[in-house]
């Protein structure tokens, strides 16, 4: 295992991961949505699952998938009580064979919380997204941007020509800020 799995499985197994959303950012991802009676939500990037169990609690059957075995064995166990309405699977969207197990045109909703900048083709991550999506689905990609992080952490952001491959091909789309010089949420619709 190289050192970068293995130090996001250490950090999940010890129950660490990145920043968790607050209240007020629970509050924007569900007042965006569509209405959750009989829909769908895939979670992707789950890390210790905060998005995922918070789609489940408002109404979602919700799919919650992460590469990392530690993350996913996290969130069964933080989250039990949320079953039926919440699973958990390791799938990595990298992958696209993975993906490609997963069913076409079947989520209302897909959230990826602080993992699109760390895709390594993001229009690849795109294009899987949109065959999972549902006719008039949201796709919500909540990510810092690289003039609001020092350079040491580049690694983790969008930069203005990342932002713009984001927002292509989709029939809609909003962004918020979260925070001043926090978070940024883009909701984009199919």
Not at 17 to 22: A, D, I, T
Not at 78 to 102: I, M, S
Not at 109 to 121: E, G, I, S
Request: charged letters at 20%.
């Amino acid at each position: 295992m190289n050192a970068g799995v293995q130090h996001w499985e250490d950090s999940f197994a010890a129950g660490d991961g990145f920043l968790r959303p607050g209240a007020g950012e629970m509050s924007l991802l569900t007042r965006h949505l569509p209405p959750a009676a009989g829909a769908r939500a895939l979670d992707v990037g789950c890390g210790l699952g905060g998005y995922a169990a918070e789609l489940a609690q408002v109404g979602y059957t919700t799919l919650a998938v992460d590469w990392a075995v530690s993350s996913v064995a996290a969130v069964r166990d933080r989250y039990e009580g949320l079953e039926p309405n919440l699973e958990a699977r390791q799938v990595d969207f990298e992958d696209a064979k993975a993906v490609a197990e997963l069913p076409s045109d079947s989520f209302d909703v897909v959230t990826m919380r602080l993992v699109y900048a760390f895709m390594n083709d993001g229009s690849a991550v795109a294009g899987r997204l949109r065959r999972l999506l549902r006719p008039g689905g949201v796709w919500v990609v909540t990510t810092p941007l690289a003039n609001r992080l020092p350079v040491d952490r580049a690694h983790i952001v969008l930069a203005g020509q990342d932002v713009g491959g984001l927002l292509a091909g989709w029939d809609s789309g909003a962004w918020y800020d979260l925070e001043p010089g926090g978070l940024r949420c883009f909701i984009l619709k199919k």
